[in-house]
């Protein structure tokens, strides 16, 4: 069975830092990795979606890489803003599996103070 | 582009009461599943659908059923609630299983008294 496993738990940084979420999962054989933002009492808001071929995405301030070999993901955030924090979720899809199914970690909760 | 809407938001239950979550996508979705994310467990899936007429049991489907009679909507019927059901429950919907991208409604947090 896929684990998911997201280091830090938490962490709470002064805004300006750049930050690195980590994300390891024990099976290599994936579909893809999506990174998602959640806010208290709100949904899932996707960020990345990296797909097993790729090595990294990135969007505005985020970028995500994936070691497939390894088994890690990580979600770097440059200058972080008070408006970064969340919970950031990583989840993988991966083969064999049921299809379609997503195994998530438990996040990582993020605060970014001014 | 409303993406996967849920409905309600909010709602209390009493034990033994029936109820069923409304989910709805908009963008042609053949992927949809729900999941429940309860406090150090995660979220994990209770039922999922890879297209109308076929669904499929996850992780943790008991007390549950689902149907999915059209493309869009994919809703999750609670038969008998129980305190246990207490949990936030979120709709997710993506173009292809394997290989889309998820999007996921803003969640429906339940209470069973």
């Known amino acids: 069975k896929q684990e998911v496993t997201q280091i830090p738990a938490a962490l709470s940084v002064p805004e300006g830092e750049n930050l690195v979420l980590n994300c390891s999962f024990t099976d290599s054989a994936i579909y893809n990795l999506q990174w998602f933002r959640q806010d208290p009492g709100k949904g899932l808001t996707s960020l990345l979606l990296?797909?097993?071929?790729?090595r990294e995405q990135t969007s505005g301030r985020l970028n995500a890489s994936l070691d497939k070999s390894s088994g890690r993901s990580t979600l770097y955030i440059a200058a972080s803003q008070p408006g970064d924090s969340a919970t950031y979720l990583c989840?993988?899809?991966?083969?064999?599996?049921?299809?379609?199914?997503?195994?998530f970690g438990r996040g990582t909760q993020l605060t970014v103070w001014p | 582009n409303a993406g996967v809407t849920q409905t309600p938001k909010f709602q209390v239950l009493k034990t033994g009461q029936s109820m069923t979550l409304q989910c709805a996508q908009d963008m042609n979705h053949e992927y949809m599943s729900w999941y429940r994310q309860d406090p150090g467990m995660g979220l994990r899936l209770i039922h999922y659908s890879v297209g109308a007429g076929i669904t499929d049991q996850g992780e943790v489907p008991n007390g549950y059923n689902v149907s999915r009679s059209t493309t869009e909507d994919f809703p999750l019927r609670l038969l008998s609630a129980a305190p246990s059901q207490t949990s936030v429950y979120f709709c997710?919907?993506?173009?292809?299983?394997?290989?889309?991208?998820?999007?996921f409604g803003q969640g429906t947090r339940l209470t069973v008294v």
């Open positions: 997710a919907s993506s173009y292809s299983g394997r290989a889309g991208e998820a999007f």
């Open positions: 990296i797909q097993s071929s790729q």
């Open positions: 989840a993988v899809a991966p083969r064999g599996s049921t299809l379609g199914r997503l195994y």
